[in-house]
């Protein structure tokens, strides 16, 4: 026989409504209007947030768009560039029988002459500067992601990203250029005076020997001022990257990279050099490469001219490849 059950509260505890209960029911089993009720939903939901990466995130290989952006630049630039050298050999040597082989004959003397054209040195100037805008937005693309899966940002905001960290980038660009080129100045003056010095004692031989020595100790010293330069540079346009339209001041942004650079250079010089040494080494062999298919090519047209311009496209996108693997590289050293 069953008991009555008895719905009388207990001493102290206070009846509830049954609407309230019928509520508490419904709401916990019941997702609420507009709420992301599962993980992916969850997901989607910041999808649009800005974020600095984590180092572990930050892989060239996962910013392709990237990659084939500065290789779109370098390509542009690179036509840009080449044009009035091509109109100044056609108007200059275009009638000689001999046509541009006289540029490349011993000694370079027709081809030095293409030095006073000042025209060409003032586009690699201007792209040079122009080139900060790059490496911003280059770095910015490898720094920052969107949402918890750190989507790659457009490059549209990475472009932003690059013109607002142009005059930094520039003034770290101009103080690491000074620096190194003193240095390298000073090198000269002491190699030569080394040399100078020991011709009586150890012969012209040696002497030139311990001058070589002396200025790839320099030389040396200017590739390490390089590369905590670059450490300086990622900081820096990660960090404008991260502030959005509210960047700090120049300066500041200058004085925190450098003091970002300067730390990581205290723990991680040799895993910096080692990292940009070995990908500087691949990018000179991609280069011999490219030179050694232009010579095997020589003044041929058709399709061996066409398969040349493919294997030097396929140089440039590979140095572009390395170029960001390296700043990538050197992200994940700052952010340590």
Not at 106 to 121: E, F, I, K, N, V
Request: proline share 4%; net charge positive.
């Amino acid at each position: 026989m069953t008991e009555p059950r008895d719905d009388t509260p207990a001493a102290g505890e206070e009846a509830q409504p049954a609407t309230a209960t019928a509520t508490a029911t419904a709401s916990s089993t019941e997702p609420e209007t507009g709420a992301p009720s599962t993980r992916d939903d969850r997901d989607h939901a910041d999808d649009d947030t800005l974020r600095a990466l984590e180092p572990d995130e930050i892989r060239a290989r996962r910013r392709p768009r990237a990659i084939l952006f500065v290789w779109a630049w370098e390509l542009a630039c690179a036509f840009l560039i080449a044009t009035p050298i091509h109109s100044w050999a056609k108007s200059v040597w275009g009638a000689h029988p001999d046509g541009d082989a006289v540029l490349f004959r011993p000694g370079g003397h027709a081809l030095l002459s293409w030095l006073g054209d000042r025209t060409t040195l003032i586009a690699l100037a201007v792209f040079g500067v122009l080139g900060q805008i790059i490496t911003g937005a280059l770095v910015a693309s490898l720094a920052t992601g969107l949402g918890k899966r750190g989507r790659p940002p457009s490059m549209t905001l990475s472009l932003r990203a690059g013109i607002r960290a142009f005059f930094p980038l520039l003034s770290v660009g101009v103080l690491a250029g000074a620096l190194e080129g003193s240095i390298l100045g000073i090198g000269l003056a002491v190699s030569s005076s080394t040399d100078h010095a020991l011709q009586a004692s150890l012969g012209d031989a040696r002497a030139f020997t311990a001058r070589l020595a002396v200025l790839a100790l320099f030389a040396g010293v200017a590739l390490i001022v390089g590369i905590i330069a670059d450490l300086a540079r990622v900081a820096v346009a990660r960090d404008i990257a991260l502030a959005g339209d509210r960047p700090a001041p120049m300066l500041r942004s200058m004085r925190d990279g450098l003091v970002a650079a300067a730390s990581t250079t205290r723990r991680a010089i040799g895993r910096a050099t080692l990292a940009w040494g070995w990908r500087t080494v691949l990018s000179l062999a991609l280069i011999w490469i490219g030179a050694r298919a232009g010579d095997i090519a020589g003044g041929r047209g058709g399709g061996a001219l066409w398969l040349l311009f493919v294997v030097h496209q396929l140089v440039i996108l590979a140095r572009a490849g390395l170029r960001a693997s390296w700043l990538a590289n050197a992200l994940r050293l700052v952010g340590r």
